[in-house]
């Protein structure tokens, strides 16, 4: 037991400097591609300093080494467990009647712990960073000033509004909607208010409004009720518990939202009328995180771990980065299902992963029992 702890800890520390290494060393690669790029796109903006270009690409990093986690675990699993193998290290091991399951408990909770602290700890980060650097890129960048000008400037909510029922619901369609310094504001607005049987009580028109603290304040609004003429009311307020910034990430992209603000910010969506497809489907994804991770390992480990005198270690080492190229593409095409909606999210995110850890077990099944 001594012999297999002692073995599981060296082996875990070898695939735990193969793997920051090689994470290291792809997040360079793309980070270096990517500046490349905002140089390129800079180049046509003679008012955009090269340290703003180096900034951009500098909060880019965190984004990167996330996305390229799973590479980074199966490419530094495969040079490690390679090199033990080369090394007859595994060989004697397995020789002395240590089984591949005992040794690979270190390098397997290593894994997990990588894609756990990246779930937990790097996202939050990563998401502060890149949203830094979305509105750096919005601004500087490109034509737009913000994702409110992504979003063809019209804006559908539907919210609670218990003022006339007690489960009674608002409708707010705005044709226009524009930031002005730090205040929304919206024109060409239909607010219509609903019962809970979604029947018509009462439709507030409004040529413009803004969001306010805690309120929608629409100015020269006028109420029409089912079978009466428009009567004229003034400034009207709806109550709201939507504010500017959550407005804006509702258009912006769900990695500028950390893991443990997803959900929250779903249940608003989803109250507010927002779809949330996109940022459900995010928020899985990184839960699948520290799954896709061991996965991955397990993977390096069952085409990495033949013995050389048998031949073929290149072709197995190859079909190791082919299978987790496969896998990657198989849960990109996933993910597109999940965000048109034609996939629950939960399994657009989870199916990829759980397949790959079927392929991965059979393989270390085969391997270990022939």
């Known amino acids: 037991m001594t012999v297999s702890v002692t073995l599981s800890f060296y082996i875990a520390r070898q695939f735990m400097l193969a793997v920051m290494a090689m994470i290291l060393s792809l997040t360079g690669l793309v980070s270096l591609f990517d500046f490349i790029d905002l140089l390129r796109r800079a180049a046509t903006r003679p008012n955009v300093p090269a340290s703003l270009v180096s900034e951009i690409a500098v909060l880019h990093v965190p984004y990167f080494m996330i996305e390229i986690l799973p590479f980074g675990v199966l490419l530094g699993g495969i040079v490690c467990f390679w090199r033990l193998t080369r090394s007859s290290e ?59 000008d992504l979003a063809a400037g019209a804006l559908w909510i539907r919210q609670a ?29 239909s607010l219509f208010r609903l019962d809970e049987t979604d029947h018509l009580i009462v439709r507030i028109e409004a ?24 009567v004229a009311v003034g400034d ?32 608003l969506l989803e109250r507010s009328g927002f779809s949330s497809i996109r940022h459900r489907l995010h928020f ?60 629950p999210p939960v ?5 990829p992963t759980g397949a790959g850890l079927c392929l991965a077990v059979s393989l270390l099944l085969h391997l270990e029992d022939g």
């Open 90 to 148: 595994l060989i004697v091991a397995r020789a002395a009647g240590i089984s591949a399951w005992q040794f690979l408990t270190g390098p397997l909770s290593c894994a997990l712990l990588i894609g756990a602290l990246a779930t937990g700890a790097l996202s939050p980060l990563s998401s502060m960073m890149f949203r830094r650097a979305e509105t750096l890129d919005h601004v500087y960048l490109r034509n737009g000033g913000g994702p409110l």
């Open 161 to 189: 509004d218990s003022a006339l029922t007690p489960h009674g619901v608002a409708i707010l369609h705005a044709r226009s909607v524009h930031l002005q310094g730090k205040v929304l504001q919206i024109g060409g607005i």
């Open 207 to 230: 040529p413009r409004g803004h969001l306010a603290k805690g309120r929608w304040v629409f100015e020269d609004a006028r109420s029409v009720h089912p079978d009466r003429l428009p």
């Open 236 to 267: 009207f307020d709806l109550p709201t518990d939507l504010t500017v910034p959550r407005v804006q990430d509702s258009f912006a992209s769900p990695d500028t939202l950390s893991v443990w603000a997803l959900p929250g910010f779903i249940a």
């Open 284 to 343: 899985q994804t990184l839960l699948t995180l520290p799954i896709l991770s061991g996965t991955m390992a397990l993977v390096a480990a069952g085409f990495s771990m033949r013995p050389t005198r048998r031949g073929g270690v290149a072709r197995m080492i190859g079909s190791g980065i082919a299978a987790g190229f496969a896998l990657f593409t198989i849960s990109k095409v996933a993910a597109q299902f999940g965000d048109s909606g034609a996939m």
């Open 347 to 351: 399994l657009a995110a989870w199916a």
